[in-house]
């Protein structure tokens, strides 16, 4: 397997408000959200960061999905630099989180509609592509109902299919599962895996064992910042679950922090 994303030192700090220092029990004015992070990502894999809330995972898919711009570091997204061209970035991968707010007066179709044409689909392709997306997600019931009036469910794999409309061969998803009922989460993890069996690139964050477990080739953990660990799932879980080796690196993290 090639790689097809690598980041090298990526670095990102954020000023703290009073109010912010107060809330995390800190003196800092600068907090490091991101130190030093290194990692690839191959073709035709899921790749998990793991790591606590806090971590900086979602500092670290902003970064790669260009919405905000690391202080130190690159990162080459399938050839096309985070740094110096992050349009091309942004026409290569989609990028999905649960802090992805629809508009509630607007319709799945017009919504689709509208992100086609951002993105350059001729009419043709696109209504092949929304037919196809809207029946394997069942939004093709509710494709004229406002999102106003749509389940957390629903919002939530309009959300997807909006994310991928231009079929990318990298999809980030921020904690992809965040607060969807069994069934709708099954949706999602299938959809993942099916990504992969078609060759493409799925990055998660997410700080939830089982589903790295069941869904992740490989993946880093994160903690406050730093990535503490990198390798196949196998590797990582020789002699021990998932859950026991993240504690185990925690432990040894915080250890040599304090």
Do not use: W
Not at 177 to 187: C, E, H, I, P, S
């Amino acid at each position: 397997m090639g790689v097809i994303l690598k980041t090298e030192g990526l670095h990102k700090t954020f000023r703290l408000s009073a109010k912010q220092q107060k809330l995390q029990k800190t003196k800092e004015k600068i907090k490091t959200a991101v130190d030093n992070l290194s990692f690839e990502a191959y073709k035709g894999e899921i790749f998990g960061l793991l790591g606590p809330n806090g971590a900086g995972k979602t500092t670290t898919l902003r970064m790669l999905a260009t919405l905000i711009k690391a202080d130190k570091g690159e990162a080459v997204v399938d050839g096309a630099s985070i740094t110096k061209e992050p349009e091309l970035v942004r026409s290569k991968l989609g990028f999905l989180t649960s802090e992805l707010k629809l508009e509630d007066f607007f319709t799945p179709n017009y919504l689709f509609d509208f992100f086609a044409k951002i993105h350059n689909i001729d009419s043709q392709t696109a209504e092949h592509r929304k037919k196809e997306l809207f029946e394997k997600f069942g939004i093709d019931e509710f494709a004229e109902v406002k999102v106003a009036n749509h389940s957390t469910g629903m919002k939530q794999k309009t959300s997807l299919v909006i994310s991928v409309i231009h079929d990318p061969n990298i999809i980030i998803f921020d904690e992809p599962t965040n607060g969807l009922d069994v069934l709708t989460a099954k949706v999602v993890t299938d959809f993942l895996l099916e990504m992969r069996d078609q060759g493409k690139t799925v990055i998660l964050s997410t700080h939830i064992f089982s589903l790295v477990e069941k869904l992740c080739d490989r993946a880093g953990v994160i903690i406050n910042g730093k990535l503490v660990a990198c390798d196949t799932l196998e590797n990582m879980t020789r002699e021990k679950s998932l859950e026991d080796v993240f504690f185990d690196l925690y432990a040894e993290s915080v250890g040599e922090s304090a």
